[in-house]
């Protein structure tokens, strides 16, 4: 086994997530993780960004270089956190930030920040990111990429499985007997919610559900979301920032609803928009992985959204819900290092498979 480090900080714009992982390419132990939240000045800049603001070229390669060094210091830390030296690592494969993803239209890219020269420089290590542009070259969407990860590890069971991943947008993997792996984005995970959070409490998010349960599920309001048309559009599909933002909200809030009941409403369009998929499949087993497997309120409705489905996190299948998606990046740099596919063309639409990412070497 060749041990990867992969690193993930998502569109929640929560931090970042680190893991070391021993793999063959077929099997994935997990041997450590660790955190690190973004200063609040560092996530204001990327909120800032991500929400389509202007920058300027010097701030935004300052901005680069500056995830950059924290994606390394991050790494280090886990490193000696864990007793290992650079030495014994293979390779760090880093998603980096998004801070725009464009899949459709006339000029598609997604562009994820956070230089993999200084990574590479500053550990010691080959790092290599930027995994989504070659599928999107090839036609295809550039994510999901994780359904991939989930088929190797959770795959190959004899009744339906599938995941959702509910971080800052949510999107779910299709395991089922006798098909090929589906994946796309469903519509927004925690975005809207810590969102909503942050503006009325000014929380980073509603812990427990806290706020939401305080308030009820505005019906009208729930119709007005759910109205949104990419929701029910066909996959292949992946979405962001770039749609669910604030001004999407915005738009469609009704004035003088009492705060509680959006945050309830937001909840329940969360679990509403991932049972709508799920439900399109026989009944078996929903695995949810991502930070929104933490609020007790989507779990309860979304096992009340389906019934017959079990509804449990991916830790009880054995994979961390915390760390499935650090996990995931580890596992493609071993598979680009390797020169071997890391996306799914009939999840992300592209023409072909094909070796993901951009290789920074450390020399
Ligand atoms: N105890 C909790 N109660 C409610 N929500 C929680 C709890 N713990 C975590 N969360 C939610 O999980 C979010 C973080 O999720 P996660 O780390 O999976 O996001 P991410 O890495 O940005 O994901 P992605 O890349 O998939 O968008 C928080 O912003 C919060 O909304
Ligand atoms: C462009 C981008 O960063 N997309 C993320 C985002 O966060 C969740 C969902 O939207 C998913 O499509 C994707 O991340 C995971 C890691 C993926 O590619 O599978």
Redesign the pocket.
Known sequence: MEKYIGI???????GI?AVLVATDGEQVRLLARTSSPFEPDLRQRLLTLAGGGTVTARQWGELDTELGKAYAAVANRLLAESGHSAGQIRAIGCHGQTVWHQPDGPLPFSLQLGDGNRLAADTGIIAINDFRRKDMALGGQGAPLVPAFHQRVLGGVNHVRILV?????A?ITVLAPGQPVLGYDVGP??ML??LWCRRKLGQ??????HFARQGQVNAALLASLLAEPWLTLPPPKSTGRELFSEDWLDARLPDGMAPADVQATLAELTATAIANEVAKWPAGELLVC???G???LLMQRLSALLPGWRVDTSNSAGVDM?AM?AMAFAWLAHQTLHGLTGNLPDVTGARRPAILGAIHLPG
Do not use: Q, R, V
Request: aromatic letters at 4%; glycine letters at 22%; hydrophobic letters at 20%.
């Open positions: 993930m900080s998502g569109t929640s714009l929560d997530d991943n509910i971080g800052g947008i999107n995970g925690n919610l810590d980073p998010y509603d812990k427990d559900a991502g930070g929104g933490h609020n007790p915390d998606e």
